[in-house]
């Protein structure tokens, strides 16, 4: 099976500061995605990454950046984080097809 | 825009009956669909797919049927059960280049399974 771990469930930040979200998987994956969850708007792409140092911008990159300096990991930043920034956010690996497999999920709180 | 919609943000449904819940899409490009189930508190788990150029994949309980020509795709449950109560997110592919593949979310539909 898949695993991939987000290394915090619960986060609580306040504004302004940097925040790191951590994902790791341990399937040699080439892809890794992160969305956010907000109720009524679905998942949101934020950043993706098809191989080690490569990126590319989702749909919503604004506030965000992404780090993948190994394979197994991928690094979600908020360089200063805001209130509109609270959400639960979620990262994902793909392996050669659209599947993709979540981590169980980092709720962020900014006050 | 929304290239993904779910357009009933809920559904409640009796045990034992069939829950269908419906997606729309826009681009005909897409080449896969998805349907993912969550729980709160957890990440997305993967339930069914189905390729753009076939129209009902059956997995046990679950059936997803594609439309294309009315850029619709449904799942139905049959028979629901208390534990399927959770939000449903449509899902679907679009090529990036490679082996990477792009995946946009509907909104969810949030199913409730009444015993």
């Known amino acids: 099976d898949v695993k991939v771990t987000q290394s915090s469930r619960y986060l609580v930040k306040r504004t302004g500061e940097k925040v790191f979200l951590e994902c790791v998987q341990d399937?040699?994956?080439?892809?890794m995605f992160w969305y956010r969850q907000d109720p009524g708007l679905g998942l949101r792409l934020i950043y993706f990454s098809y191989d080690v140092k490569m990126k590319e911008k989702g749909d919503i990159p604004e506030g965000y950046s992404v780090s993948r300096e190994k394979k197994e990991r991928f690094s979600l930043i908020l360089e200063s984080a805001s209130t509109n920034q609270t959400s639960m956010y979620l990262c994902?690996?793909?392996?050669?097809?659209?599947?993709?497999?979540f981590g169980s999920g980092t709720q962020l709180s900014v006050l | 825009d929304q290239q993904v919609k779910q357009n009933s943000p809920s559904l409640s449904v009796q045990e034992g009956r069939i829950s269908i819940l419906n997606c729309d899409y826009t681009?005909?490009?897409?080449?896969?669909f998805l349907w993912y189930k969550k729980y709160p508190a957890e990440g997305p788990t993967f339930l069914i797919s189905i390729s753009s150029i076939k129209d009902k994949n059956e997995d046990g309980r679950f059936t997803v049927f594609l439309n294309k020509s009315a850029k619709h795709l449904s799942l139905h449950i049959v028979p629901s059960q208390p534990g399927d109560s959770a939000v449903y997110f449509c899902a679907a592919s679009a090529p990036y280049g490679g082996a990477t593949n792009k995946l946009i979310f509907g909104t969810g539909t949030l199913l409730a399974v009444q015993p």
């Open positions: 994902a690996s793909q392996f050669r097809g659209p599947k993709l497999f």
């Open positions: 681009n005909s490009m897409f080449d896969y």
């Open positions: 399937m040699d994956h080439e892809n």
